[in-house]
Protein backbone atom coordinates (compact mmCIF):
# COMPACT_ATOMS: atom_id res chain seq x y z
CA UNK A 1 0.00 0.00 0.00
CA UNK A 2 1.16 3.76 -0.78
CA UNK A 3 2.45 5.35 2.14
CA UNK A 4 4.20 8.79 2.69
CA UNK A 5 7.07 8.86 4.12
CA UNK A 6 9.59 11.28 6.01
CA UNK A 7 13.11 11.71 6.70
CA UNK A 8 14.81 12.46 9.11
CA UNK A 9 13.07 10.76 11.65
CA UNK A 10 14.59 12.94 14.62
CA UNK A 11 16.32 16.01 13.64
CA UNK A 12 18.29 17.84 16.64
CA UNK A 13 19.82 21.49 15.72
CA UNK A 14 20.92 24.17 17.50
CA UNK A 15 19.10 27.57 17.55
CA UNK A 16 19.34 29.70 14.83
CA UNK A 17 20.16 26.84 12.40
CA UNK A 18 18.31 26.49 9.24
CA UNK A 19 16.64 22.80 9.23
CA UNK A 20 15.07 21.17 6.09
CA UNK A 21 12.41 18.69 6.24
CA UNK A 22 11.95 15.79 3.65
CA UNK A 23 8.66 14.05 2.59
CA UNK A 24 7.75 12.12 -0.55
CA UNK A 25 4.18 12.28 -0.75
CA UNK A 26 2.36 8.89 -2.39
CA UNK A 27 3.17 9.51 -5.91
CA UNK A 28 -0.11 9.99 -7.88
CA UNK A 29 -1.24 12.94 -5.24
CA UNK A 30 -1.71 16.85 -6.11
CA UNK A 31 -2.15 18.07 -2.73
CA UNK A 32 0.44 17.88 -0.14
CA UNK A 33 0.48 19.41 3.56
CA UNK A 34 2.10 20.28 6.44
CA UNK A 35 1.45 19.99 9.94
CA UNK A 36 3.18 20.43 13.18
CA UNK A 37 2.27 18.93 16.44
CA UNK A 38 3.99 19.99 19.97
CA UNK A 39 4.41 17.39 22.74
CA UNK A 40 0.99 16.63 23.82
CA UNK A 41 -1.25 19.24 22.05
CA UNK A 42 -3.35 19.06 19.00
CA UNK A 43 -2.07 18.80 15.44
CA UNK A 44 -2.05 22.85 13.38
CA UNK A 45 -1.88 23.11 10.21
CA UNK A 46 0.65 24.68 8.56
CA UNK A 47 0.82 25.14 5.00
CA UNK A 48 -0.90 23.34 1.86
CA UNK A 49 0.57 23.15 -1.54
CA UNK A 50 -0.92 22.89 -5.11
CA UNK A 51 0.53 22.75 -8.74
CA UNK A 52 3.51 24.17 -7.44
CA UNK A 53 2.13 27.02 -5.03
CA UNK A 54 1.22 27.55 -1.48
CA UNK A 55 -2.85 27.70 -1.47
CA UNK A 56 -3.04 28.04 1.81
CA UNK A 57 -1.14 28.73 5.24
CA UNK A 58 -1.41 29.26 8.91
CA UNK A 59 -0.43 32.06 10.89
CA UNK A 60 2.21 29.98 12.32
CA UNK A 61 3.73 30.12 8.81
CA UNK A 62 6.24 33.29 9.28
CA UNK A 63 9.01 34.48 6.61
CA UNK A 64 11.21 31.52 8.28
CA UNK A 65 8.60 28.84 7.04
CA UNK A 66 9.07 27.74 3.49
CA UNK A 67 8.37 24.44 1.22
CA UNK A 68 9.57 23.49 -1.94
CA UNK A 69 8.86 20.87 -4.57
CA UNK A 70 12.25 20.76 -6.00
CA UNK A 71 11.88 17.39 -8.07
CA UNK A 72 8.60 14.96 -8.95
CA UNK A 73 8.91 13.76 -5.94
CA UNK A 74 9.68 15.02 -2.78
CA UNK A 75 8.04 17.89 -0.96
CA UNK A 76 10.57 19.93 1.66
CA UNK A 77 9.86 22.24 4.48
CA UNK A 78 12.97 24.65 5.57
CA UNK A 79 12.71 26.38 8.61
CA UNK A 80 15.59 29.13 8.43
CA UNK A 81 16.08 30.10 11.70
CA UNK A 82 15.22 27.42 14.09
CA UNK A 83 13.85 29.28 17.94
CA UNK A 84 13.08 26.94 20.90
CA UNK A 85 9.39 26.95 20.31
CA UNK A 86 9.69 24.96 16.92
CA UNK A 87 10.16 22.15 18.71
CA UNK A 88 7.61 19.89 17.91
CA UNK A 89 6.50 16.50 15.81
CA UNK A 90 6.28 17.95 12.20
CA UNK A 91 4.00 15.63 10.19
CA UNK A 92 3.61 15.80 6.19
CA UNK A 93 0.61 14.57 4.14
CA UNK A 94 -0.99 14.43 0.93
CA UNK A 95 -3.89 13.88 -0.56
CA UNK A 96 -5.38 12.79 -4.29
CA UNK A 97 -6.71 15.18 -7.28
CA UNK A 98 -10.39 15.02 -5.78
CA UNK A 99 -12.71 16.26 -3.09
CA UNK A 100 -12.92 15.53 -0.79
CA UNK A 101 -9.11 15.56 0.01
CA UNK A 102 -8.86 12.44 2.43
CA UNK A 103 -4.94 13.63 3.53
CA UNK A 104 -2.26 10.71 4.41
CA UNK A 105 0.16 11.45 6.77
CA UNK A 106 3.69 10.53 7.23
CA UNK A 107 5.40 8.87 10.03
CA UNK A 108 6.51 12.29 11.10
CA UNK A 109 10.05 13.71 11.88
CA UNK A 110 10.55 15.25 15.97
CA UNK A 111 12.66 17.87 15.38
CA UNK A 112 14.57 19.05 18.92
CA UNK A 113 16.13 22.97 18.88
CA UNK A 114 18.46 23.24 21.47
CA UNK B 1 -12.74 28.30 14.06
CA UNK B 2 -11.29 25.66 15.81
CA UNK B 3 -13.84 22.80 16.23
CA UNK B 4 -14.57 21.32 20.18
CA UNK B 5 -14.37 18.22 20.85
CA UNK B 6 -15.90 16.82 23.92
CA UNK B 7 -15.27 14.39 26.38
CA UNK B 8 -11.46 15.28 26.98
CA UNK B 9 -10.88 11.73 27.67
CA UNK B 10 -12.48 8.32 27.99
CA UNK B 11 -11.62 5.43 30.09
CA UNK B 12 -13.79 2.27 28.69
CA UNK B 13 -13.73 -0.99 29.46
CA UNK B 14 -13.37 -3.56 26.22
CA UNK B 15 -16.66 -3.76 25.25
CA UNK B 16 -17.83 -0.72 26.05
CA UNK B 17 -19.22 1.91 23.90
CA UNK B 18 -18.11 5.71 23.93
CA UNK B 19 -19.42 8.81 21.84
CA UNK B 20 -16.80 11.48 20.52
CA UNK B 21 -18.70 14.67 19.68
CA UNK B 22 -17.65 17.74 17.68
CA UNK B 23 -19.42 20.98 17.42
CA UNK B 24 -17.97 24.30 15.32
CA UNK B 25 -19.57 27.39 16.31
CA UNK B 26 -19.18 28.31 12.48
CA UNK B 27 -20.64 26.04 9.13
CA UNK B 28 -19.52 23.05 8.46
CA UNK B 29 -18.84 21.65 4.77
CA UNK B 30 -17.26 18.74 5.81
CA UNK B 31 -16.28 16.88 8.71
CA UNK B 32 -12.80 14.60 9.13
CA UNK B 33 -11.79 11.91 11.47
CA UNK B 34 -8.53 10.62 12.37
CA UNK B 35 -7.18 8.50 15.11
CA UNK B 36 -3.75 8.95 16.41
CA UNK B 37 -1.64 6.43 18.85
CA UNK B 38 1.05 7.52 20.97
CA UNK B 39 3.76 8.55 18.97
CA UNK B 40 2.28 7.76 15.89
CA UNK B 41 1.25 9.87 12.68
CA UNK B 42 -2.85 10.56 12.46
CA UNK B 43 -4.23 7.96 10.54
CA UNK B 44 -7.78 8.66 8.40
CA UNK B 45 -10.79 7.38 9.52
CA UNK B 46 -13.26 8.93 7.77
CA UNK B 47 -15.09 12.15 5.99
CA UNK B 48 -18.46 13.46 6.47
CA UNK B 49 -19.14 15.73 3.73
CA UNK B 50 -22.92 16.72 4.28
CA UNK B 51 -25.21 16.97 6.56
CA UNK B 52 -27.59 13.76 7.55
CA UNK B 53 -24.43 11.62 6.12
CA UNK B 54 -24.02 8.67 8.05
CA UNK B 55 -20.48 6.70 7.82
CA UNK B 56 -18.72 3.95 8.97
CA UNK B 57 -16.45 0.69 8.81
CA UNK B 58 -15.97 -2.31 11.41
CA UNK B 59 -17.38 -0.99 14.59
CA UNK B 60 -16.85 2.83 14.16
CA UNK B 61 -19.49 5.21 12.59
CA UNK B 62 -20.10 9.15 12.68
CA UNK B 63 -23.06 11.27 11.78
CA UNK B 64 -22.79 14.84 10.93
CA UNK B 65 -25.26 17.14 11.44
CA UNK B 66 -24.87 20.27 9.62
CA UNK B 67 -27.86 22.33 11.20
CA UNK B 68 -26.17 21.91 14.38
CA UNK B 69 -23.03 21.71 13.16
CA UNK B 70 -21.87 19.17 14.66
CA UNK B 71 -20.44 15.26 14.18
CA UNK B 72 -20.30 12.32 16.46
CA UNK B 73 -18.15 9.17 16.59
CA UNK B 74 -19.45 6.36 17.59
CA UNK B 75 -17.06 3.07 18.85
CA UNK B 76 -19.48 0.47 20.02
CA UNK B 77 -18.24 -2.85 21.48
CA UNK B 78 -14.68 -1.44 22.06
CA UNK B 79 -11.29 -3.08 20.95
CA UNK B 80 -7.99 -2.29 23.11
CA UNK B 81 -7.12 -1.29 19.23
CA UNK B 82 -9.61 1.65 19.48
CA UNK B 83 -6.94 3.53 22.09
CA UNK B 84 -5.79 6.66 21.37
CA UNK B 85 -6.68 9.98 20.84
CA UNK B 86 -9.35 11.05 18.34
CA UNK B 87 -9.48 14.30 15.85
CA UNK B 88 -12.16 15.85 14.30
CA UNK B 89 -11.23 18.30 11.65
CA UNK B 90 -13.47 20.94 10.09
CA UNK B 91 -12.46 22.63 6.96
CA UNK B 92 -11.61 26.07 6.85
CA UNK B 93 -10.17 27.04 3.64
CA UNK B 94 -10.21 25.27 0.08
CA UNK B 95 -7.82 22.80 1.53
CA UNK B 96 -7.16 23.67 5.20
CA UNK B 97 -8.07 21.32 8.11
CA UNK B 98 -8.50 22.88 11.53
CA UNK B 99 -8.03 20.02 13.94
CA UNK B 100 -9.84 20.21 17.78
CA UNK B 101 -8.02 19.56 20.45
CA UNK B 102 -8.50 15.68 20.43
CA UNK B 103 -10.35 13.36 22.95
CA UNK B 104 -8.27 10.85 24.09
CA UNK B 105 -9.92 6.97 24.78
CA UNK B 106 -8.07 4.04 26.69
CA UNK B 107 -9.42 0.96 26.53
CA UNK B 108 -9.16 -0.92 29.90
CA UNK B 109 -9.10 -4.84 28.97
Redesign the interface.
Known amino acids: EPEVTQTPSHQVTQMGQEVILRCVPISNHL?F?WYRQILG?????LV?F?NNEI??K?EIFDDQFSVERPDGSNFTLKIRSTKLEDSAMY?CAS?GDRQ?????????TRLTVT | QQPVQSPQAVILREGEDAVINCSSSKALYSVHWYRQKHGEAPVFLMILLKGGEQKGHDKISASFNEKKQQSSLYLTASQLSYSGTYFCGTEAGYDKIIFGKGTRLHILP
Open positions: YYQKVEFSYSESFSPYEQYFGPG
